[in-house]
């Protein structure tokens, strides 16, 4: 490098502003620790630029790396997004929402103490499950209940506490993989107990579980086809017809009903799932669920059925592992006590079902009707078809209206990329070169907000 570069491109770098001065003109009211981090990046990546023999960026460009910084850092996080794909039970955007009563029960117990392991009446330690155990069993029917983490947990503490070491007869049909990773022969293989399959993939007999039955056997274990569906020649054992020949061989029935369906008033399209209260009265001695599908409460797995069982999984050192805490217990509880008050409107999921699609079709029009002169890019309202997703009801479909984008130079993908770097991310569907945005998911009040990030992407 001659002097003369040398002195080019100290000059250079003399001629940088200073990290006070970036900062000052960055359109951010967060805090200034990390606005001062990533002022400092956007400038030092611009002296590694000069060094290697650029120009220095101009004032401006300084600021936009230092707000494109910004940007991403904060989307290195957990935030919040809208969820324009129609699938009510997301599991990618944190499957069903709560609302305000369920969140506020949330904040309550998270910035107090409370007696999660206090029996207030005797003054000493009382069971984390007895508060929830007891609202489980009203709105169930269940003679006992438990907690844990989520319904996996609740199928590996089952087959471990009450399997370990013995037989399991299950269908073949029903040797699933419900997606991320849980699939029934490995959960098995964890929990010590011994799998033995019968039947085929379409068809199982009664008889088959019957040949199947030795002095090994600890349990029959049938699990609800929750995300798939096996059509054409078909057959399945009915629930009860396991739970008599269980009983009458002296073995135990279990049951991973998987959703959870909790309420009989629920809209005709959601009636597809087993109800928990049915599950038990046809003869399950435990069934187990998960909080965040068809409740639409918290991530939870809950265990329900005879005392006696209940017991032997509360005294296994597996539920200490699996244990939840006191938000999911204080969100948990505050769900269950929306059906027994029947408030269901007030849990986001049920509203969301119940929305009917004239008024989904309203909003569409309305949003389309705002943004119809945008570029050179098509909105319109368009009917379209929700499902409730996270692994219920895989056939059913309801009947939902979008707000549909129709690119024309640059691809509906993507459209639908701009879209999910938009702030907040809006996540959309694509079918056939639309961009479909299923109001059925969006909370009304994000409208504005939805409308708005498409007028930016488009714009
Ligand atoms: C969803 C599901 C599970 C897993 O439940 P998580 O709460 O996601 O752990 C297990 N079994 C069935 C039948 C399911 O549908």
Same mark, same amino acid.
Request: proline residues 12%; negative net charge; glycine residues 24%.
């Given at each position: 490098m001659t002097q003369e570069d040398t002195r080019a491109t100290n000059e250079r770098l003399r001629s940088l502003p200073a990290v006070d001065k970036v900062v000052g003109s960055m359109g951010f009211d967060g805090p200034q620790a990390r606005a001062t981090a990533m002022a400092r990046r956007a400038l030092d990546e611009a002296r590694v630029e000069v060094r290697q023999g650029s120009e220095a960026p101009d004032f401006d460009a300084i600021i936009d790396r230092a707000e494109t910084l910004m940007i991403e850092e904060l989307r290195m996080g957990l935030v919040r997004v809208i969820n324009a794909t129609g699938v009510i039970i997301h599991t990618n955007l944190g499957r069903a929402p709560m609302g305000s009563e369920q969140i506020r029960a949330v904040i309550e117990v998270a910035g107090t103490y409370s007696n999660l392991e206090y029996d207030l009446s005797e003054g000493r330690r009382g069971s984390r499950y007895a508060h929830a155990t007891r609202l489980i069993a009203r709105v169930t029917g269940a003679e006992a209940a438990i907690v844990v983490n989520n319904n996996a947990a609740a199928v590996l503490l089952t087959l471990a506490a009450l399997c370990s070491g013995r037989e399991v007869i299950i269908s073949r049909g029903e040797l699933v993989e419900i997606g991320g990773e849980f699939r029934i022969p490995d959960i098995m293989s964890i929990s010590g107990a011994r799998l033995v399959e019968v039947g085929t993939t379409n068809r199982t007999h009664l008889v088959d579980y019957e040949r199947a039955i030795s002095p090994d056997t600890a349990a029959i274990l049938k699990v609800h086809p929750s995300n798939y569906k096996v059509v054409g020649f078909t057959s399945t054992v009915p629930a009860r017809d396991l739970a008599r020949l269980a009983t009458g061989r002296g073995v135990t029935f279990l049951h991973d009903?998987? !959703? +959870?369906?909790?309420?009989?008033?629920? %809209?005709a399209d959601f009636t597809g799932e087993p109800l928990v209260q049915v599950a038990l009265e046809d003869g399950a001695n435990v069934a187990m669920f998960s909080g965040d599908k068809l409740l639409g409460g918290p991530q939870a797995g809950i265990i329900v059925g005879h005392t006696h069982h209940i017991i032997q999984l509360e005294r296994h050192p597996l539920l200490r592992v699996l244990r939840v805490d006191k938000m999911t217990l204080a969100a948990l509880e505050a769900t269950l006590r929306l059906y027994l008050d029947g408030r269901t409107d007030e849990i986001p999921l049920w509203r969301m079902a119940r929305t009917d699609a004239d008024e989904l079709e309203r909003r569409a029009r309305a949003i389309a009707e705002e943004l119809r002169e945008i570029g050179s890019i098509k909105v319109e309202a368009f009917p379209t078809r929700s499902v409730a997703g +996270? +692994? !219920?009801? %895989?056939d059913v479909e309801v009947g939902s209206w979008a707000v549909a984008l129709l690119p024309d130079r640059a691809g509906a993908s993507e459209l639908q990329r701009s879209l999910r770097r938009s702030d907040p991310p809006i996540v959309a569907r694509v079918e056939e070169d639309r961009v479909l945005l299923d109001l059925r998911t969006v909370a009304p009040d994000d409208d504005r907000t939805l409308a708005a990030a498409i007028r930016r992407v488009l714009g």
């Open positions: 009903l998987g !959703s +959870g369906l909790v309420t009989d008033d629920a %809209p +996270g +692994g !219920s009801l %895989p």
